[in-house]
């Protein structure tokens, strides 16, 4: 396939998917007018890597996970490497939580300024009770 008819089936860019053969990630031939053709397993492999650069993994990881020979994948290390990246989301998902409770809060102060008090007023005051929150 040309990357042109890849691109045009995955809706990625033909610079993109360069992009991933220099990193290593695909492979491509060169037909002697130079142009630059793939696999047909090259669809397969742009799903896995554009689906787990949506999940958070690197390129390095992608890598790491995706060799160039179907046959060495190993079960185990995918699976593993699956796990922690689960592990990574999740801690996330706890961060972010956090964050936004505290920012829930500081909305909350900031709109119920007191009566009276001016914007630079009502910034020390929320400053000062942001200090003792953490």
């Keep these: 396939m040309l990357i042109g008819e890849i691109a045009k089936q995955t809706g990625l860019s033909a610079s993109r998917i360069r992009f991933y053969e220099s990193q290593g990630l695909l492979r491509a031939s060169r037909r002697p007018n130079g142009y630059r053709t793939y696999a047909a397993d090259t669809l397969t492999a742009l799903s896995i890597i554009t689906s787990a650069q949506d999940a958070g993994f690197s390129l390095d990881e992608i890598r790491r996970l995706l060799p160039s020979d179907p046959a ?11 796990r ?51």
Excluded at 72 to 82: K, Q
Excluded at 100 to 127: Q, T
């Design 72 to 82: 060495a994948r190993r079960h185990g290390e995918l699976v593993a490497a699956l």
């Design 84 to 134: 922690e990246k689960l592990a990574d989301i999740r801690a996330m998902e706890k961060r972010l939580a956090r964050t936004r409770r505290r920012l829930e809060v500081l909305v909350a102060d900031i709109e119920d300024r007191p009566e009276g008090l001016s914007c630079e007023e009502n910034a020390d005051r929320i400053l000062r009770n942001f200090a003792v929150a953490e």
